[in-house]
């Protein structure tokens, strides 16, 4: 028997995991050698895919920028929700959410100083510049979907909306983290978002507040 016809298919690759592949290899090429560095060919090369790859996957640069600084609203929470109750105080469930996404963001400070180094770059391009506008409202879209959970898990009822207290929320994480990449300093970062967890349960009533 021939070598053709004992060889394993080749297995295909959707164009969605090109994408994500492509993404993950931006990220690790910027993180090594900086955002100049990120050249359609170098991205390729980092994903061991053919450089043809970049176009079948992206139309230009400007949209694998989008979808570097999209990924830094895709945290997942999933294993945090199941610790969410309505037994549990309004400032313990935020602070576990607060955590859950921090210990996200404290594995990988590389990625998030990155993140913090192409807002700024697009930011100077005019062609660019609307890409963190558009970020920015992707991550407040996700956090107000957070805070409505929140809202119906734990029986809260929010004193101010929905947005305001997202804003609040993405302003001080964004904060938080900022200052963590200067000192590096976990147990300081966490200490802030607990007591923010504090600070943001005055701004919703449970159910037991309710009841009294």
């Given amino acids: 028997m021939s070598d053709a016809t004992t060889q394993a298919p080749r297995k295909q690759i959707s164009a969605d995991e090109r994408r994500r592949q492509l993404v993950g290899a931006a990220l690790r090429v910027m993180k090594r050698d900086g955002i100049a560095a990120a050249t ?28 570097v600084l999209a990924s830094d609203i895709e945290i997942d929470l999933a294993a945090a929700w199941p610790r969410i109750s309505a037994e549990t105080s309004p400032a313990e469930n935020i602070r576990t959410l607060l955590l859950a996404f921090w ?21 100077r391009d005019p062609e660019l510049q609307e890409l963190p506008r558009q970020q920015h ?29 997202a804003e609040l929320t993405l302003a001080t994480l964004n904060g938080v983290a900022w200052s963590w990449l200067a000192h ?19 701004l919703v009533r449970s159910a037991d507040d309710r009841a009294g």
């Fill in 40 to 67: 359609t060919r170098a991205i390729c090369t980092e994903a061991g895919m053919p450089h043809g790859a970049f176009h079948y996957c992206f139309h230009s640069k400007k949209e694998l920028y989008a979808a």
């Fill in 103 to 123: 210990s996200q963001i404290e594995a990988d400070p590389d990625s998030q100083l990155v993140l913090y180094d192409l807002g700024s770059f697009v930011l």
């Fill in 184 to 202: 590096r300093d976990n147990h300081a970062a966490r200490e802030a978002l607990s007591r923010f967890a504090d600070l943001l349960a005055t």
């Fill in 137 to 165: 409202l992707a991550g407040l879209e996700r956090a107000i979907g957070y805070i409505r959970r929140l809202r119906d898990e734990a029986s809260l009822t929010l004193l101010h909306e929905e947005r305001l207290l």
